[in-house]
């Protein structure tokens, strides 16, 4: 074992169960460990590195901005966060943005937009958030709230009371819900990712869109992992031909560094007035020049070649030797597998394939521009290693 996992053992806290890998530096879809190993990215960070490793436009974007002034506060106005807010409202249908760090904080700061909206527009009493079984919307306190696994609330009770999970693509269970609890917001993913990247189901998200709508509650959809073009779209939710109330992403957003970003749409755009809410380094400079650099290539003919990458994946896996099921939107796939996930995830590391876990499922989430030979090649390996 290199030093730097001993080093890690020693002085890590030891929440991560990494793999015995330790990547020293990468070229897009290419990523290289400390002894000149070659890999094929099928994670990409875990859908962070949208446009791969060290990608150019982005080094460009990066570089530059950290030349010239690298946080003011949120004190004062910046280019950057300004841009990347513009850029954001004119793909998403929304009006207005918050800036954060990170996934969680993005929710976190979701979750507060609903209680007030719905504080003052029906009564305090109206706080309750639906969402589904099995999500994950992240691990502070009211985003593990809103998280729909059991497993993970264990050892950190009591649970932030105003959530109540449903199970996915459960209609009735879910018009049960709203009917007997004063609902302030129903927040989903379009595509559960951690969960075992399983996409709901059309007819559910359109009637999720349907009961928000009519009862005036909140959609809120976290497109944390979905977000960002990995859905073959924008955001997932203009796949399903639904407009949430509230977006939240982070993940791909700044194509590797820290960022995270609530979409507010018409209706609640202004619910957030001075001092709601706050992050000191939300809307960083150097986060929001990358995410400037990443969202000014997101466009149709981009998400055209994405869908057309998944639609590849998704043919050559289906039916295949030792893969059960395949799952997911855009390059955010997965496959349920006869073999145990872990296995087949070690032995493709192995091989040279850097692929990822979600709830014993192989979870797959290139680079969005992974060049077509690449990916060819990863998927092969991976067809391979799936064989009973
Ligand atoms: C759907 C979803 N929401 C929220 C989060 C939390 O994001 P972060 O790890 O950036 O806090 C994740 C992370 O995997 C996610 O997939």
């Known amino acids: 074992m290199s030093k730097i ?27 290289y460990d400390e002894d000149g190993k070659r890999y094929v990215d099928m994670s990409s960070g875990i859908a962070v590195n949208s446009f791969g490793i060290a990608d150019e436009k982005w080094q460009q974007a990066v570089i530059s901005q950290v030349g010239k002034l690298q ?19 004119g793909k998403s249908g929304m009006k207005k943005v918050f800036f954060c760090n990170s996934g969680t904080e993005s929710n976190e700061a979701a979750i507060k937009v609903a209680r007030k909206y719905a504080a003052e527009k029906k009564g305090e009493d109206y706080y309750t958030i639906i969402t589904l079984e099995n999500s994950f919307h992240g691990r502070t306190l009211a985003a593990l709230a809103a998280t729909g696994q059991e497993e993970l609330h264990q050892t950190f009770k009591p649970m932030m ?47 999720i869109a349907g009961i ?13 992992q979905t977000g960002n073009g990995r859905s073959g779209y924008m955001y997932a939710y203009q796949g399903f031909g639904v407009q949430p109330d509230v977006a939240t992403t982070a993940k791909g957003l700044a194509g590797g560094l820290p960022i995270g970003a609530v979409l507010l749409g018409e209706k609640v755009k202004n619910v957030f007035v001075g001092g709601d809410h706050g992050a000191t380094f ?11 650099s990443i969202l000014e290539r997101l466009d149709d003919v981009f998400f055209a070649s994405v869908r057309e990458k998944s639609e590849y994946c998704f043919k050559e896996f289906e039916g295949a030797e030792g893969i059960e099921a395949v799952d997911g939107m855009g390059l955010m796939i997965g496959l349920k597998t006869i073999k145990p996930a872990a296995d087949i995830i070690n032995e493709c590391l192995k091989h040279g394939v850097v692929c990822l876990p979600a709830h014993g499922r192989v979870r797959l989430l290139p680079a969005l521009n992974i060049p077509q030979e ?3 090649e990863a998927v092969s390996i991976i067809k391979e290693v799936c064989k009973a």
């Open 282 to 292: 939300g809307g960083n400079l150097i986060s929001c020049a990358a995410a400037c």
């Open 374 to 376: 690449l990916l060819a």
């Open 212 to 224: 928000c709508e009519k009862e005036d509650i909140l959609m809120i959809c976290d497109e944390v």
């Open 71 to 89: 946080h003011v506060s949120n004190l004062y106005y910046s280019e950057p966060c300004v841009k990347a807010a513009e850029l954001l409202c």
């Open 5 to 31: 996992m001993d080093l890690d053992k020693e002085y890590i806290a030891s929440t991560y169960n990494r793999y015995p890998v330790c990547f020293v530096k990468g070229e897009g879809s290419i990523l």
């Open 161 to 207: 009371a105003g959530f109540i999970h449903t199970p996915a693509n459960d209609k009735e269970a879910l018009m049960e819900a709203v009917k007997n609890n004063k609902i302030a917001a129903i927040m989903i993913e379009c595509v559960q990712g951690e969960g075992g990247v399983m996409k709901l189901d059309d007819d559910f998200i359109k009637c």
